[in-house]
């Protein structure tokens, strides 16, 4: 099987990756190049650009076999400077005959929308430890009013 991605693929700004039945790469365009930082080799097996290559490998392998799409499936591609984390949509590729050659496989880099998520989150906490923080600094100031209070009681009584 050798699909070849015309001019169109070429605009697209998600990765556009075909593979054969055994999952070696046999096209891409090139937004994929920008997500996999100019890594990838046709002929090469798509699941070994991923951490989770068991994973990858099984979706693939239905997909091949039974024809069935797997919508967003999110790994983590190993990089120099840290992890990327893309999201892979797979559909299988058929001839005229009905007969499955391979996938399809459209990417998204989610690496930005996961670490602004994470950002997010981060804040979420500080603000809930700042919420109970000014919570005990309250219960705490009661406390030690009602100490002094009592205090002052004691040494009136006293006099």
């Known amino acids: 099987m050798n699909i070849p991605l015309g001019d169109s693929t070429s605009k697209m700004p998600s990765g556009l990756i075909t ?7 046999t096209a891409h365009n ?26 990858l490998d099984g979706l693939l392998g239905q997909c091949v076999t039974t024809g069935e799409v797997c919508t967003r499936v999110e790994f983590n591609v190993p990089m120099p400077a840290g992890d990327k984390r893309i999201g892979i949509n797979l559909s299988p590729i058929t001839d005229a005959g009905g007969e499955i050659e391979g996938a399809i496989c459209l990417l998204s880099d989610l690496t930005e929308i996961v ?14 430890l700042g919420e109970m923080s000014a919570g005990i600094a309250h219960e705490f100031k009661n406390s030690i009013a009602t100490i002094v209070g009592y205090a002052q009681m004691s040494t009136s009584e006293t006099a």
């Open 115 to 128: 670490e602004l998520q994470d950002r997010v989150k981060l804040k979420e906490n500080f603000a809930a």
């Open 30 to 55: 090139p937004a994929c190049d920008r997500i996999f930082a100019g890594t990838l080799v046709t002929g090469f097996p798509l699941q070994n650009l991923v951490r989770e290559s068991t994973l």
């Open 19 to 25: 593979v054969d039945r055994a999952g070696r790469i």
